[in-house]
Structure formats: structure tokens, C-alpha cells
């Protein structure tokens, strides 16, 4: 596999440079040409998928999952839709960041720029492939996607779709999908620091965790979260309850879903009684002592705190005031989103400011972080990590910048 | 050596949380007791580094590096007055970098927060200690100092001083020495994923390369400079020369400074003549064919090209063109700074665009790629790396972004 996968990062490096150049137009050219192609090869596309389907279900992947994988017409409708989206984004590349000017006249531009070759690694869904395709194209990156083994043939599909549909227009390799055969082989792209520029990994924690402890290359973290819910004890019951269902049952299997709602001591009554009511049977409880007075369900453990269950499962602990809320979130979480629900702003500015997670809301549910939601138009994941971005990876997340210095003659004293 | 060290790598992210809440004047405070202290304790200072100068004479070490190692009543009094000056440079903490109105109200706020606990590791300088804490301090960030061997007694004195000073006003353990005993002792800090939030090598090649290729903890690479400068066939002369002087010649050991001069073989005849009368003497060369016409030298080689010589050392290569000149900087560039020297504004631009170096200038000399030339106030170290912050780490660059998102009751659809 080696050499192959060598071979397919080198011609990946070289596309880079023709990349950087390509002109804005150009790129909305490669993209509206890979929307419509989705359209016109959607029947091959169908087919493919289907293939991965068959084989999911011979080896009794679950249902869900199947359903993740799965590829329909409207799927791929919706995926040449968000191309179209994806073009009328303002294109970050080539803005001026600050510009500087000094007291020896020099002018001090600080430009965006694309990263270079990213790296992708992922699992299951096909659209994550067309999704990042477009948004590499949108800034000039080049992108090697190397996704799940189960997907391999619909990824093939859908790479072939993009790379015919941007022959001539864009780079060769601009676009490149590596395959692997075991995950070792993953060693080769997140080690590969002459050719790859950064490494986002989409998917499973174990994945993430693979490619975190193995990579040698720049990393941006993605997605593990146990988020929290603070119910303050000046919390309005009703909004409380209503962002409680929404942000642990709405979609459960998401990383901005929460895992724990912590509740102040004053409230704990009048909430856990409305939230019983709301949450009749639909969830299963871990509970501390007091809440279990009110929600049947086993004694939470610290084991239950630390687990992402993307599933309805709810923790539920009942706390003495905010700070015993804020040390239970720092113990526990992993710094993705969370939010409080109170009427006190000063309260709610405390929480806030006290914690450093990516996201942190007051009075709404956690399930808004989220690229689209925040305005972004597209998402290349959700950065948990302190450098280069945090929370939704939107275009912008996906730039580096240089300066350009202009002078006349100017040298240093 | 490893539970002293994750000892003080606990007690510094300990530090971390109270240390995101220090305000600002209470940091103008604490950064003004140490710039105090430093007048107020030199003698302590200059004892402890004297007995570094014996060990390093006692040693061999030559005389450059114990000029880089000595500490005198100016140097200090130079370190207390940029401390001065820090002080006076915009605090970024809690800043508003960006603020979004959704359509469905909700108010997204990115604000500026510090990284967390900021590790370095360093070689020689002592100062860098003091730079560094004061930097750290300002932007609310932890810092974790891992000095120089060499430097043990300087560094155990300076930050003696600074915890002394900054005592009762900042966390304890918000400024931490680590001392080892072997390079691989470096691994505890580098390898530290649950303390450290990230690390930057500052120093030889050897000491980045070992961190990069040990660290698990993100990483902000610095340093390596292979600069280029490229004179055009429509450059004007003088200044041509005057800018290769000084990017070369004014203080060739540092990393801005240029390693090769590449020549438009049209101006190659008037520039070289024009070289060698103001190099007489100052610099070895390596040369191409043609510039051996005009130059004495051995002939240069691919290896030539691609060493930092920190020296009195200069490639000379003559090229048929713009491009070529592109392809050689592409091919050996550290991608930290190039320039171009040329009348033509459109070509200096096309030089400028199609590099993706750091720091690309027109008609100035590479010399200015520096946190205090670019108006930054202070300097953390240059940044050759895509992700994150490039070129000069000032302020800014020290620090991360959370989303502070504020509803009245929103729940996702």
C-alpha cells in the first residue's frame, strides 16, 4: 500500500501549487460543474452505494448505521444543493486580514491564503466526501479524503464524479481519495509531513483517538463531546424543560446533543417534576440521590459523567449552586458546549466566563453549534482544540495567512 | 525525574483556571513588580549567571554562544524596561474578534481567551525567560519554561525573582521552571496531553526537530530560516545591494537573515560587480557558473542550498527568470521570508503571490520579519507553520476564541 499511497500524496503536493492560483471564478466554475454532475450520474452513484449497502448488511452493520450510509436520490440532490450554497459564500481566500503600516513606510498586509493539502479521515457517510470537496475547492485547498472502507464504493463513485466533472478546469489531484487496507495504513497520510499540511479527522472517538496519539502531522480535533445543562435555581421551568428535550432528544446521536443536565438545589423540585412529565419514558436516567427521589434510573458513577452516549441516556445530578455546576462541567467535559439556563444575566455572564469550552450558551439549546447554524453556510467539522480554531470549521477555519511587505529600499538599523 | 515534572505540569494547569480570571490591572500589577525586581535583585542575577559563564568557559564553549549566555547590568536593565513596554500594548483578553445576529436572535459573540498552559523549550538566551513569563502573564496564559542546561543557574535566578514578585497577586505555579536532566526528560512535557495546551521550540534546528517529531501536544513550529532574495532584471541597483547587505551581512546569525541571492541573468553583470566591491572581504561565497565570473568561490551545491548557515556565508545563483527563481525558493525555502527586488510593481506581485512563505516583501530587506518590526510590541517567536498563527507570534497569537452565544429560550428545529 505504501508506495501507492506515497505516490497518490506526492501528485497531491504538486496539484497544490497550481491550486493557489486558481482565480474565484474558476472555483465556482469547478463547483456549479460538480453540482450538476451529481444530478446527471446520480443512477452510478445509486449503485455504488448500493453495493456498500449489501455488504453492510451482510455483516450486520445496524441498522443506524446502514441508515448513515445509505445514498437516495434525495441525499444526492440535497448534496448538489449544498454546492450551489457553498458558491455564493463570500470566498475568504486572498481578503486582507490587518493591515499595518509603520513609521519607516513599510505597508504590512496580512493575506489570506489556502492551508495547502488537508487530510481528511472519516467514516460512513458518503456526503462528508462531496462536502469537503467543495469546501477545499472554495479555498483553494487541495484535499485527500481517506474514508471508511465501508463506504469505499460510493466514495469511488462520487470522486470519480467530482474529479471528471473538474478535468481541465482545476488541478489533477486536486481532489484525491485514498485506500487503504487496514487502519495502519492511515500511518502513511497523518505521518506524511512533506505532503500533508493538516489533518482533520471526522468520525468514531476511536478514530479520533488514533489519529491524534499517531500523527505526526498538524492535527485539528474534532467532535468528542459530553456536553452539560446547567438549570440555574432562577431558570424559567418551562424554557428550561423545553431546552432540555431539545438538546438531549431532538438528535441524540449527535456531539452537540448533551449527556448531563446539572440542576441548582432550589430548583431541583419543580424542575425534575416537569421534566418526568416531558421526558415520560423516552430516556433512560442515571440519577445522584436527590434527583432519584423524583426519575427512576440507576445511581450515576463517574464512569456514567464521563461517557458520551449518543443515545437517550441522560445523567442527571442536582448541585448546590453554580460553582459545584462549573467544577462538575470542568471535570467532565469535553470543552464542546455548554449552556446555562437562568434569568439571573449576571449569573449567566459568571457561568460563561468561568468556563472554556468551545461553546457556551445562555437561555438556548447546545444543538446550535453548528457551522450552519452559526451563519458559516458549510461545516468542515467541530474543533475542540485550543489552536488554530475552536468550534465549527467554516471556510475561514480553513486558511492560513502570509504577509505581503511593501517597501522601498527599506533595511533594518 | 518524571513525578517532579508531572508534579509541577498538575500544579500549572491547577494555576490555569484561576489564572483566566486575573484582570487587567492586576496583570499591569503584577508585570510592573517584576520589572521592579529586576532593577532591585541584579546583583542575585548577575552572580547566578556568572556561575553559568565559568561552567560554559570551563567547557570550551565558544565565545558567541557564552556572548548569547551572559547577562549584564544593561541586559537586565533592557529586560525590566521591555517588561515596561508590554505593559503598555493592548491586552487581546475578552476582546470580541467577531459578533453574529442570527435570524432566530440568537447573538454569537467569538471573544479572545487565553490557550491555557503554554510550554516552551529553549536554549542559551536567559532573557527569553523573562519575554516569555511577561508575554504569558499578559495574556493570561500558564507558562511551563523549560530553559537550557546551560543556563540552569540564570533561569532558577530569574524566575526566583519573578515568583517573588508576582507572589500573592498571581496563582502559585503561574510561571513554572522544569529542569531535566536528560533531552529525553523533555518528553514528560511534550507528551503531556492532559497539561500542557500546547508547545513551542525556540532554539537550534536539532531542539525543533526533536520536539516536533516527540511532541503528542500541538505544537507551534519556529525558526528555521532559509530566506531568499531575488534580484530582477528591473531592480535598481543601490538598492538591491544595500538590501543584500544588510539581509545578509548586518547580523547574519539570526533566522531572518538571507542564505542565497538568486539573479536575473540580464542584471547579473551590473549587480555582481556591484556585490563583490560591497561584500569585499565579509562573506564566503558559492557560486554557480555564472556568478563565478564574478565571485570567488566554490561551486555551490544542492546541499548548499539547503543550509542555514547562521554565517558569513552566501549562495550566489544566477537565473534565466522570474520562474526559475520561484522553483528554487519553492524547492529549498524554510518558508519563513523572500524578497524581491524589482522596479516592475506587476512582477514584484506575481513573486509575492506565488509563494506561500511566511513573510514575502518587495523592496525590503527579509531583516524586518520580527514581533517589534511589524509593530507587534514583543515577539514569542517566528511561526513557519500553516495552522495557527504564521511569521511573528505576537500577542494575538497567544491566545484562542470561544463562542459566548446568548438566547432567550431558542431550541434547534
Redesign the interface.
Known sequence: MENVIMEQLKQAKEAC?QM??IDCETKEKALKRISDALFHHMNVILEANAQDIEKAKDNGISDAMVDRLRLTKERIEAMAKDILKVIQLDDPIGSVVRE?H?PNN?I?K?IR?P??VIGIIYESRPNVTVDIASLCIKTNNVCVLKGGKEAIHSNRALVQVIQDAIAGILPDHCVTLIETVERKDIDYVIQAHDYI??VIPRGSAGLINYV??HA?V???ETGAGICHLYIDQFA?IK?AV??A???KI?RPSVCNAIETILVHQNIADLFLRALKEAFAGKVKFYVDETASQYLEGESATAKNYATEYDDYICNIRVVKDIDEAIEHI?QYSTKHSEAIVSKDYELAEYF???L??????????T???DGG???FGAEVGIST????A??PLGLQEMT?????????????K
Open positions: 501549487r493557489q492560483n499595518i509603520r513599510l504590512i496580512q491564503i492551508i495547502g499540511d493538516v491524534v496519539s505526526t498538524p492535527v485539528i424559567d424554557m423545553d431546552i428535550y431539545n438538546a431532538q470542568y460563561m466566563n468561568s472554556d469550552s468551545a461553546c457556551v450558551y445562555h437561555n438556548a439549546s444543538r446550535f453549534t447554524e452559526f451563519g482544540q485550543k489552536l488554530h475552536r468550534g492560513s495567512t502570509k504577509y505581503k511587505i511593501y517597501g522601498h529600499g527599506q533595511i533594518r
